[in-house]
């Protein structure tokens, strides 16, 4: 058996269109749970939410397409998503307030 690192993906995602104020952060989080991912959902100052995720390829893969199945992402209008250089930053997933 190996104990080489599983290979790390991280990503940044934002949407834009009615996704505060509407359950959306709290759907994330929801998802996440369901998956080995880490990072954070943060609703930023112009309206849009930001999701940093963090996790093997796969996971992270799996996560962000039960995103786009939640009922709540019909509210999106625009997806801008990158990938992040760098291991793995955070310990769990969370709602992010700042």
Request: proline share 6%; with cysteine.
């Amino acid at each position: 058996m190996s104990d080489a690192p599983l290979p790390t993906a991280s990503v940044r995602l934002r949407v834009e269109g009615h996704v505060q104020g509407v359950g959306f952060r709290y759907s994330t989080l929801d998802v996440a749970r369901q998956f080995r991912v880490t990072g954070y959902v943060m609703n930023l100052p112009d309206g849009a939410v930001e999701i940093v995720a963090e996790g093997t390829p796969s996971e992270v893969a799996a996560f962000l397409a039960a995103l786009r199945r939640m009922p709540v992402y019909r509210n999106v209008t625009r997806e801008l998503l990158c990938e992040e250089a760098g291991g793995p930053r955070h310990a769990n997933f969370r709602i992010r307030f700042s």
